[in-house]
Antibody
């Protein structure tokens, strides 16, 4: 049974970098054909796709975040990570990691429970 | 970007009711539309993928239909555990996934 677990600091200061890691259990991140993604949700608001990464390292970012975002994957640790630079209060959200199937009929079918990250001084 | 618009934004219903939620895309997305359920403090749960395919383990009272720009999620007989917020999401543009704003289903 695939499980995903987010980890990282819950509080980040404005202008600094938000870093989160998603650790998989029950499946290999490099087994394919799945992609791995981040989706965030500001408190009381809807869902926003952040970005997606394939085990080969190919990345796809939300254009509105692209200039500040880096995603990476560590197959040896069965993890993938997110780094969002120069954060502001608008980046405060619950960040979920999730598995995405391949192709256009893809859906986010397994989710982590989410990690609340607050941007505040 | 493909904009996804759900209606209504909130809905009050009773156990046993038939409930329909609508999602409209700003351009044709063929059948590349997914539906999720989210309860407070929990991660979203995939209900329907590719507009009408039921995800494994999801009760058959949930169904999806539509293609092009107009889609619906139907709950045939509302159960107490179905009160939640529902989101649609398009997967046609794989370079920019977008979600609807959500529909909150409340107990009347």
């Amino acid at each position: 049974q695939l499980q995903l677990q987010e980890s990282g600091p819950g509080l980040v200061r404005p202008s600094e970098t938000l870093s989160l890691t998603c650790t998989l259990s029950g499946a290999s991140i490099s087994s394919g054909p799945y992609y791995w993604g981040w989706i965030r949700q500001p408190p009381g608001k809807g869902l926003e796709w952040v970005g997606t990464i394939y085990y080969s390292g190919s990345t796809y970012y939300n254009p509105s975040l692209k200039s500040r975002l880096t995603m990476s994957i560590d197959t040896s640790k069965n993890q993938f990570s997110l780094s969002l630079r120069s954060v502001t209060a608008t980046d405060t959200a619950v960040y979920h990691c999730a598995r995405l199937g391949p192709g256009m009929a893809a859906a986010f079918d397994h989710w982590g429970q989410g990690a609340l990250v607050t941007v505040s001084s | 970007d493909i904009q996804m618009t759900q209606s209504p934004s909130s809905l009050s219903a009773s156990v046993g009711d038939r409930v329909t939620i609508t999602c409209r895309a700003s351009q044709s997305i063929f059948s590349y539309l997914n539906w999720y359920q989210q309860k407070p403090g929990k991660a979203p749960r995939l209900l329907i993928y590719a507009a009408s395919s039921l995800q494994s383990g999801v009760p058959s009272r949930f169904s999806g239909s539509g293609s092009g720009t107009d889609f619906t999620l139907t709950i045939s007989s509302l159960q107490p555990e179905d009160f939640a917020t529902y989101y649609c999401q398009q997967s046609y543009n794989t370079l920019m996934y977008t979600f609807g704003q959500g529909t909150k289903l409340q107990n009347k």
